[in-house]
């Protein structure tokens, strides 16, 4: 199968300039959380190796780790086949879960 060189704007940005970025451990994959990206953070993202999200709630782009110390090391980048999300592999140093929990996703519908 071929890949083929994406130009960033072929995305699919909803109508506030974000697409959701599912984030997976790359070795386990373990889904580890779910964040919100725009054009600029996702190059951030490609840029430094490091997400970088934007926060829809503060309204501000946040380095995940730059203040827990629980950085994502990005292994790789896709996208889905309508080109509206994105899977984020990455390297989890220490716990994805503001709640201290490996993974956002820790509680089950019984």
């Known amino acids: 199968m071929k890949t083929k060189k994406l130009n960033l704007k072929q995305l699919k940005f909803d109508k ?7 984030i ?4 386990s994959g373990e889904v580890l959380m779910l964040a919100y990206m725009n054009e600029t ?8 190796g490091k997400t970088c999200y934007w926060s829809r709630s503060r309204k ?11 950085y994502q090391f990005v292994k790789s980048v896709a996208y ?11 390297r989890q140093l220490g716990v994805a879960c503001h709640t201290g929990n490996r993974s956002c996703f820790y ?3 019984k």
């Open 24 to 27: 997976q451990d790359y070795r």
């Open 60 to 70: 501000e782009y946040w380095v995940k780790g730059a203040t827990s110390g629980n």
């Open 41 to 48: 953070s996702l190059k951030r993202t490609l840029r430094a």
């Open 16 to 22: 506030r300039g974000l697409i959701p970025a599912i």
């Open 107 to 109: 509680r089950k519908i």
């Open 80 to 90: 889905d086949c309508d080109m509206d999300a994105l899977l984020i592999k990455v």
